[in-house]
């Protein structure tokens, strides 16, 4: 019996856990959305993480990224010049 309740909390943890995570993943896609508005407006598809979003906008702005870390692609769109 000990160990239906140790497994049962182990079960609920990791529940949080992944709920928690999965939050925290679509904050950090809504904040990238938001952030590449200035380049390319609305996305026509959804993403599913930050660095889609940026790969996305980077790739519509006819920037390749062959071999490019996707922790840079950040920097590299604010590197270019926002849409007017």
């Known amino acids: 019996m000990a ?3 140790v497994m049962r909390e182990a079960l ?3 529940a949080k856990d992944a709920e928690t995570a999965a939050i925290r993943r679509m904050r950090a ?3 990238a959305e938001a952030f590449v ?3 390319v407006g609305t996305l026509e598809l959804a993403q599913d993480s930050a660095n889609a979003v940026y790969r996305a906008t980077l790739t ?3 920037i390749r990224l062959d071999c490019i ?4 692609f950040r920097a590299i769109l604010e590197a ?3 849409n007017s």
């Open 80 to 82: 270019q010049p926002k």
């Open 60 to 62: 519509t702005l006819g």
């Open 37 to 39: 508005q200035p380049w």
């Open 12 to 14: 609920k943890q990791a």
């Open 29 to 31: 896609v809504a904040g």
């Open 3 to 5: 160990i239906d309740a």
């Open 69 to 72: 870390y996707p922790s840079t």
